[in-house]
């Protein structure tokens, strides 16, 4: 949809979805904006906004009105965009990432480089951003090394994603072919990556794919895609973490295979999204491990990704073709539907 036909000004805010377009396999188009209603959480789907290939995950600049995605194909690219305030794109420019398939990225909280996550290469790109945040050539890639104990999806290093730090924290790196978090600190200056010893070695055939940081700094939670789980850490001052236990991430029976995984902003709740059985589980972290509280069916079978928004959490399910909306309660953490799913061709990440 040209940018011109876009007017959603007055009416709320616009939020980007990205998805699988042919080239991976999926039914979208690119890029879709879609007005959001904070009051209601109702979603309006704007149309497509910038006509890319497999946009399969999205990030924003920390302060500039830029947004970034991975392009998930077998050469993988990261492209950027000027935001216009009516959710239009303006393309800005994109770079190969030196590897396959990337699946996440994400920018460095000083918003001076970009860090992207090469799924099939288990590799990790660095690029350079300028004043105005667009992507320069790479400066760094640091290839993982090792495999796992299941044959078929631990071949080989498989990273998944990119999580950097506050302030001079160090990047971790989740790997889920070599039950690895990987620490980086980045050098300014060369834009070069660091490693940190040692990494973190998760149990075998975890499979690990996303982390949450807790907003206090001192904890975060690791779901395991291949084992189901979610592993609670301390984080030290130095960067490390240290495993205080892990629970299931879901209570239902089935296939369970654990997607996105985020703390609430008042860091009392923690939610899980588990494809296979198609479910979101709340979990209280009043303890000192988290403790399900409930779960709710998200009508579809695979939800890739969610975002937590305002009062409400948005799901995207990548087979069901849809977006489902769900309306957070802040005292008890849990989640009830509101209104009809928002059909979206592919969705695989919600960017607020």
Same mark, same amino acid.
């Given at each position: 949809?040209?940018?011109?036909?876009?007017?959603?000004?007055?009416?709320?805010?616009?939020?980007?979805?990205?998805?699988?377009?042919?080239?991976?396999?999926?039914?979208?188009?690119?890029?879709?904006?879609?007005?959001?209603?904070?009051?209601?959480?109702?979603?309006?789907?704007?149309?497509?906004?910038?006509?890319?290939?497999?946009?399969?995950?999205?990030?924003?600049?920390?302060?500039?009105?830029?947004?970034?995605?991975?392009?998930?194909?077998?050469?993988?690219?990261?492209?950027?965009?000027?935001?216009?305030?009516?959710?239009?794109?303006?393309?800005?420019?994109?770079?190969?990432?030196?590897?396959?398939?990337?699946?996440?990225?994400?920018?460095?909280?000083?918003?001076?480089?970009?860090?992207?996550?090469?799924?099939?290469?288990?590799?990790?790109?660095?690029?350079?951003?300028?004043?105005?945040?667009?992507?320069?050539?790479?400066?760094?890639?640091?290839?993982?090394?090792?495999?796992?104990?299941?044959?078929? #999806?631990?071949?080989?290093?498989? +990273?998944?994603?990119?999580?950097? @730090? /506050?302030?001079?924290?160090? =990047?971790?790196? &989740? $790997?889920?072919?070599?039950?690895?978090?990987?620490?980086?600190?980045?050098?300014?200056?060369?834009?070069?990556?660091?490693?940190?010893?040692?990494?973190?070695?998760?149990?075998?055939?975890?499979?690990?794919?996303?982390?949450?940081?807790?907003?206090?700094?001192?904890?975060?939670?690791?779901?395991?895609?291949?084992?189901?789980?979610?592993?609670?850490?301390?984080?030290?001052?130095?960067?490390?973490?240290?495993?205080?236990?892990?629970?299931?991430?879901?209570?239902?029976?089935?296939?369970?295979?654990?997607?996105?995984?985020?703390?609430?902003?008042?860091?009392?709740?923690?939610?899980?999204?588990? #494809?296979?059985?198609?479910?979101? +589980?709340?979990?209280?972290?009043? @303890? /000192?491990?988290?403790?399900? =509280?409930?779960? &709710? $069916?998200?009508?579809?079978?695979?939800?890739?990704?969610?975002?937590?928004?305002?009062?409400?959490?948005?799901?995207?399910?990548?087979?069901?073709?849809?977006?489902?909306?769900?309306?957070?309660?802040?005292?008890?953490?849990?989640?009830?539907?509101?209104?009809?799913?928002?059909?979206?061709?592919?969705?695989?990440?919600?960017?607020?």
């Amino acid at each position: 949809m040209p940018a011109e036909e876009l007017d959603v000004s007055g009416q709320g805010e616009v939020v980007h979805i990205g998805g699988y377009t042919a080239q991976s396999g999926g039914r979208g188009s690119g890029i879709v904006a879609a007005h959001r209603d904070p009051r209601t959480g109702a979603l309006t789907p704007l149309g497509t906004v910038a006509a890319t290939p497999s946009p399969s995950f999205l990030a924003r600049h920390p302060s500039e009105p830029v947004l970034y995605a991975v392009n998930e194909l077998t050469d993988g690219e990261v492209s950027a965009w000027q935001v216009g305030a009516d959710g239009a794109l303006d393309p800005l420019g994109s770079q190969p990432t030196g590897g396959a398939e990337p699946c996440h990225l994400a920018v460095l909280p000083g918003g001076g480089h970009l860090l992207a996550a090469n799924y099939g290469s288990g590799s990790i790109a660095v690029f350079p951003l300028d004043p105005r945040g667009v992507p320069g050539e790479r400066t760094d890639l640091v290839v993982h090394e090792g495999h796992g104990p299941d044959p078929e #999806r631990q071949d080989h290093a498989h +990273a998944h994603m990119v999580s950097p @730090g /506050a302030g001079r924290g160090p =990047v971790f790196a &989740v $790997d889920l072919g070599t039950d690895s978090v990987y620490r980086y600190d980045l050098d300014d200056a060369t834009g070069r990556l660091v490693p940190r010893a040692p990494r973190i070695r998760t149990t075998p055939g975890t499979g690990p794919r996303h982390l949450a940081r807790h907003p206090d700094g001192r904890r975060c939670y690791l779901v395991g895609e291949l084992d189901a789980s979610v592993t609670a850490y301390d984080l030290t001052d130095d960067g490390a973490l240290h495993q205080r236990g892990r629970v299931e991430a879901s209570g239902r029976t089935g296939h369970v295979q654990p997607s996105e995984v985020a703390v609430a902003p008042d860091g009392r709740f923690l939610y899980v999204a588990n #494809r296979g059985v198609g479910t979101v +589980a709340v979990f209280t972290l009043a @303890g /000192a491990l988290p403790e399900l =509280v409930t779960e &709710v $069916d998200t009508g579809g079978e695979w939800p890739r990704h969610f975002a937590l928004i305002g009062a409400h959490l948005y799901v995207a399910d990548e087979r069901a073709d849809m977006v489902r909306v769900f309306r957070r309660d802040a005292d008890t953490g849990v989640l009830d539907a509101v209104g009809e799913p928002v059909p979206v061709p592919s969705p695989t990440c919600v960017l607020p």
